[in-house]
């Protein structure tokens, strides 16, 4: 019972921190500081945790990852690629409906904090056509931007998961990959299906010229995500040599001087992203170095609840506290490596009770720009997302029995 003291003090501090707006990087460094202060100060703890996170492959193999993430959304923002796709999009296919989805879906492809932002003014575009109220269009916003956190192999919380939980990155993507489709596809009958527009409305007309320009557009913007994609689950190779190549070809493609990527990799050295995975991961290695892992295992283990359903817990609540897919995955997966290291099927049970968590999370920096954007009443939009989210936790529970 101490052990789970002395970690609810510290999830408490760290919540208390974040909801003070404190920096990720610094509230775990800080949840470090005062986990090691409770276990007894011992400064071979210390030592020992420091010299692992600077020293081992998968920091190094996350940090750099992402730095090539942030270098391909310099490459296809600055390229008017985005923008390029959005017209294009609107021409080809001449279904607001589907623009709806699409647009956030595609912008929530690239890991930004906050980034709902960029696609809410798309909705705001692709929603003129019909009736939709401001909660709606919040709704639809973040639904879709994040119906990618069980398979995008450049997210952040992905990552943290398979370094955490010793599961290949590629067994994670292709056992939660179905959770994406789902996902997509309830939205879809929930918020889009039934959608109808007011009269007077048509679609935009486009020339030959307009399609090939269009067709060019697409392909620099998906091809990059599928290649890396392919790279990571077909031909396992590691994120972070993955997104490098990728970032290499657009590099060739795009045609990019000297200055243009001094540019795009000082832009890329994002301080307080590359921070907050280091702290993450100091936080994790602290967490085993005072013992505090196996300590709670040894006390779950002897309770008479299976771990699916304590550590799903612990993934709930620790998503709608943090409101971070890194956040929910720093606290929980540990303890999936202690309890049942390897296990697929936790992990993914986790994930879902964790994103649920941190979909209704009030911490949720997607849900508060959207909010804010929109000017939508926080409950109301929170309904139907509860509401899907419900489902997935009942069908991730159900596929996992049968």
């Not at 193999?61 to 609107?90: K, N, P, W």
């Not at 705001?124 to 919040?138: R, W």
């Not at 109808?196 to 392909?219: F, H, L, V």
């Not at 006390?299 to 609840?305: F, G, H, I, R, T």
Request: one cysteine or more.
């Amino acid at each position: 019972m101490l052990a789970i003291l002395k970690v609810l003090i510290t999830l408490a501090i760290i919540v208390l921190l974040l909801n003070r707006k404190v920096k990720m990087g610094n509230a775990m460094l800080v949840g470090a500081s005062v986990l090691w202060v409770l276990s007894g100060l011992n400064l071979l703890h210390i030592k020992t945790a420091v010299l692992t996170t600077i020293t081992s492959h998968s920091t190094w193999e996350i940090v750099l990852a992402l730095y090539f993430v942030m270098c391909l959304e310099y490459q296809l923002r600055i390229g008017g690629i985005v923008d390029g796709l959005m017209s294009t999009a609107r021409r080809i296919l001449r279904s607001e409906r589907i623009l709806l989805a699409l647009m956030p879906a595609f912008l929530g492809f690239l890991p930004s904090l906050g980034g709902a932002i960029f696609s809410a003014p798309l909705v705001e575009s692709a929603s003129k056509p019909y009736q939709l109220t401001a909660e709606a269009k919040t709704a639809v916003n973040y639904w879709f931007r994040h119906i990618w956190e069980f398979t995008n192999p450049i997210f952040t919380g992905m990552l943290l998961a398979s370094q955490l939980s010793a599961i290949p990155l590629s067994a994670l993507i292709a056992n939660m990959a179905w959770l994406t489709a789902f996902a997509t596809i309830i939205g879809w009958l929930f918020f889009l299906s039934a959608l109808k527009k007011q009269q007077g409305t048509t679609a935009p007309t486009s020339t030959t010229d307009d399609t090939e320009r269009g067709y060019y557009y697409i392909t620099l913007a998906a091809g990059p995500i599928l290649v890396n994609f392919v790279l990571v689950v077909f031909f396992k190779l590691a994120a972070s040599i993955s997104m490098a190549l990728v970032v290499a070809a657009m590099v060739l493609i795009l045609r990019q001087g000297v200055p243009d990527i001094r540019a795009m990799l000082s832009h890329a050295f994002d301080r307080k992203l590359l921070w907050g995975i280091i702290a993450i991961l100091f936080f994790q290695n602290i967490l085993r170095q005072t013992g505090a892992i196996e300590d709670i295992a040894v006390l779950l283990n002897s309770l008479a609840v299976s771990n699916a359903i304590v550590i799903g817990a612990i993934a709930f609540v620790s998503g709608i506290l943090t409101g971070t897919s890194q956040g929910f995955v720093a606290i929980t997966f540990p303890f999936i490596a202690v309890l049942s290291p390897g296990n697929v099927t936790l992990a993914m049970i986790c994930f879902v009770l964790g994103t649920a968590g941190q979909m209704l999370s009030p911490a949720h920096l997607c849900l508060l720009v959207t909010l804010d954007y929109f000017k939508a009443d926080f409950l109301k939009t929170l309904r139907p997302i509860a509401f899907l989210e419900l489902i997935m936790v009942a069908a991730v529970y159900f596929v996992v029995t049968i």
